[in-house]
């Protein structure tokens, strides 16, 4: 079982934003990371710490935290943008990594 | 360009042992920590072990800790785990990936990544 817990699937239309939501007791202490894994690649970070994107995520991805729960928006989704995203963290006791089960964007 | 190639995978019968390697480049290799994270078919990402930059510190998950061990050459620009006892809920598409924090810190954000090797695990 994962100690980071997500929305197994999520919608939105095209244009429109989205939130993907992530929560678990060591995101108190920690900021989330956040991925995304499209069909047969490997995982691409987006988000990490506070709110930052690496270089070529687009600006549309941004990241929020609040008590237990770390947030991933999507403003103005595009269709490429339909994925599965994950979050991950440090665990509770600082000494492990952990990843939030996945949540599956679709893009309608 | 930074790049992470992993190999060493297959098909195993359980309670074999298996040696993965991934090697680098683009990047400082010992100024980073890195992980191994797992996708089994199907499944999510699993995160399974993690080893300081200078090698000096090891970090495993619950489910692999005393079968698994990670080490790494930074003369090779290698990163390695040794499976031993391996069961069939150990099939899965191992990744290499880089900790994004430098110096003797890391992070738990992984902001490079091989394409994976697979290992099954099967009779």
């Known amino acids: 079982s994962s100690e980071l817990t997500q929305d197994p699937a999520v919608s939105v239309a095209l244009g429109q934003t989205v939130r993907i939501t992530c929560q678990g007791d060591s995101l108190r202490s920690y900021y989330a990371s956040w991925y995304q894994q499209k069909p047969g690649q490997a995982p691409v970070l987006v988000i990490y710490g506070k709110n930052n994107r690496p270089s070529g995520i687009p600006d549309r991805f941004s990241g929020s935290s609040s008590g237990n729960t770390a947030s991933l928006t999507i403003t103005g989704a595009q269709a490429e943008d339909e994925a599965d995203y994950y979050c991950n963290s440090r665990d509770s006791s600082g000494n492990r990594v952990v990843f939030g089960g996945g949540t599956k964007l679709t893009v309608l | 360009e930074v790049q992470l190639v992993e190999s060493g995978g297959g098909v195993i019968q359980p309670g074999g042992s298996l040696r993965l390697s991934c090697v680098v480049s683009?990047?400082?290799?010992?100024?980073?920590?890195m992980h191994w994270v797992r996708q089994a078919p199907g499944k999510g990402l699993e995160w399974v072990s993690l080893i300081s930059g200078d090698g000096g510190s090891t970090y495993y998950a619950d489910s692999v800790k005393g079968r698994f061990t990670i080490s790494r050459d930074n003369s090779k620009n290698s990163l390695y785990l040794q499976m031993n006892s391996l069961r069939t809920e150990d099939t899965a598409l191992y990744y290499c990936?880089?900790?994004?924090?430098?110096?003797?810190?890391?992070?738990?954000?992984?902001?490079?990544w091989g394409q994976g090797t697979l290992v099954t695990v099967s009779s």
């Open positions: 683009g990047f400082p290799f010992d100024d980073y920590a």
């Open positions: 990936a880089k900790d994004s924090a430098r110096g003797g810190f890391w992070s738990g954000y992984s902001d490079y």
